[in-house]
């Protein structure tokens, strides 16, 4: 059996599971959620999905605020090229990715805040209404932070 992954699984429609998975594979079409409140484990299609959120723990820390954007830093660091991206339902999301291509039905993001809960997510094209890397990526972050302020 694989590793016990703890996930917070967020779907198209704004539906939130939490649990734990052992299959999940960024090329396959399912996985198996085993949910946080014991019920029997079921089948997940990610075609449904708009990220897996791969966490520390199920509570974080509720008067935490993560931080939305990059910190002064590389634009490439071993997690991958800095990119962001700008979810369908408006959430924005900054991180580095060494998997993201167009083409690909996801991708992983490493989170820009490391102080954050998340420890990857895995993000589903399809969810994505624009996805920008490296310089573009900071245009992105600017762009949508002076639209919500």
């Not at 059996?1 to 960024?26: A, C, L, R, S």
């Not at 830093?73 to 962001?84: L, N």
């Given at each position: ?42 089948e997940v299609r990610t075609k449904q999905l708009k990220a897996v959120f791969f966490v520390r723990d199920f509570t974080g ?35 580095y990715s060494l998997s993201f291509s167009p083409e690909r039905q996801g991708f ?42």
């Amino acid at each position: 059996m694989g590793e016990n992954n703890q996930v917070v699984v967020h779907y198209v429609d704004g539906k939130i599971m939490k649990g734990t998975t052992q299959d999940f594979f960024p090329n396959r079409t399912s996985f198996h959620l085993i949910p946080l409140d014991g019920g029997s484990g079921l089948e997940v299609r990610t075609k449904q999905l708009k990220a897996v959120f791969f966490v520390r723990d199920f509570t974080g820390d509720p008067h935490r605020k993560d931080f939305v954007g990059f910190l002064a830093g590389p634009g490439e660091t071993a997690q991958g090229k800095k990119i962001a991206v700008l979810f369908r339902d408006g959430e924005l999301m900054c991180g580095y990715s060494l998997s993201f291509s167009p083409e690909r039905q996801g991708f992983f993001i490493f989170p820009a805040d490391t102080s954050s809960n998340n420890l990857r997510v895995y993000v589903l094209t399809t969810a994505a209404l624009e996805v920008r890397a490296g310089a573009a990526a900071d245009t992105l972050v600017d762009r949508v932070m002076k639209k919500s302020a």
